[in-house]
């Protein structure tokens, strides 16, 4: 695989649970790249849209960044509740909308997500952390089902809800809000949780100097970036009237790879299941108002320009690679 700069280390192995998804497809593409993970396996989940396009495009995605042999595995269709929130009015009607991609060179594992998450566990010998970047479902029943030794899961971390506002309502994030029933699973497990939400991922802008350095890179990983930027940003403009889009699915690996770039705050964090009008909104304990211990830690803050510069090298070098 193309070599990307990390500190000297052991690589972490991880499984990707997703939705891709244009920022879920750029985070692939780091998980790749990257030295310093070990991409165990990538499972989908509904949610930008059906889980059935969720996995033809997590198989188109590792296409292009030749990664065929990843095992991947469709998930959940709905949420723990039995909703299907989808988001395809971000990401268009194949959840990928924009530029041509390659058909899928492999196909998917006959394992369900969370069969080949507890599969990945079982055959560990060392602890995994679960990276999900969709609604939670997934995650939340191999929690549930406790058919695996759950010892064996390093981390969890997961890009939902805000210690801010929301996007999706205009308190809740949109994964959050897809199934806050899976995240109080997760939230209420006793392993380490990492959350990274909106309030993090909303530093994480695709400027028009970074997509300018995408589409410069002059091959087709770059260009195909480029033009998911473009897609995303411009319903980022039309629906929240942001000039760039916020890329907030890989902020979760590259805080795998270079934890350095993102500040944390240990705390209590709950998610509202029952409120009417604040269903899916993370409420996120910062000054310990509530006395309770945390159960997480929460991204704050962001060295952009750092998470720039590793996300474009990753790109660049699967690019090159190709
Ligand atoms: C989250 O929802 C989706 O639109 C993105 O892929 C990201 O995971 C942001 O709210
Ligand atoms: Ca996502």
């Not at 999706?168 to 392993?191: I, K, M, Q, R």
């Amino acid at each position: 695989m193309p070599e990307v700069p990390t500190q000297d280390r052991r690589p972490t192995p991880i499984v990707l649970d997703c939705d891709p998804g244009h920022d879920d497809a750029i985070a692939l593409l780091l998980a790749v790249a990257s030295r310093a993970i070990e991409l165990r396996a990538v499972t989908t989940t509904f949610g930008n849209c059906s889980v059935g396009d969720a996995t033809r495009n997590a198989l188109r995605i590792l296409t292009l960044a030749g990664a065929t042999s990843v095992p991947v595995a469709k998930g959940a269709s709905g949420s723990l509740a039995g909703t299907s929130e989808l988001g395809n009015y971000v990401h268009g009607t194949s959840g990928l909308d924009g530029p041509e991609l390659p058909e899928p060179a492999f196909a998917a594992t006959d394992l369900t997500a969370v069969e080949l998450i507890e599969q990945v566990l079982t055959v560990s010998a060392e602890p995994v952390t679960l990276v999900a970047t969709g609604p939670i479902t997934n995650v939340a029943t191999v929690l549930q089902r406790g058919a695996v030794d759950l010892s064996k899961i390093g981390e969890i971390i997961f890009m939902g809800g805000s210690a801010d506002r929301g996007n999706h309502t205009p308190t809740a994030e949109f994964n959050t809000y897809a199934d806050p029933e899976a995240l109080a699973v997760v939230l209420g497990c006793g392993l380490p949780v990492k959350m990274v939400g909106l309030n993090l991922t909303h530093q994480a802008l695709a400027t028009p100097k970074v997509v300018a350095r995408m589409r410069e890179m002059n091959h087709h990983v770059g260009r195909v970036a480029a033009e998911w930027m473009g897609f995303f940003g411009s319903s980022y403009r039309a629906i929240w009237e942001f000039d760039a889009p916020p890329v907030h699915d890989p902020c979760t690996v590259a805080a795998l790879i270079r934890p350095e770039l993102i500040q944390w705050r240990k705390c209590f964090v709950a998610v509202e299941t029952a409120g009417e009008w604040t269903r899916g909104t993370t409420v996120v304990d910062l000054y310990d108002r509530y006395h309770r211990p945390a159960n997480a830690e929460v991204a704050m803050t962001l060295d952009a320009d750092a998470y720039w510069d590793l996300v474009l090298d990753a790109v660049d070098a699967l690019g090159q690679a190709r």
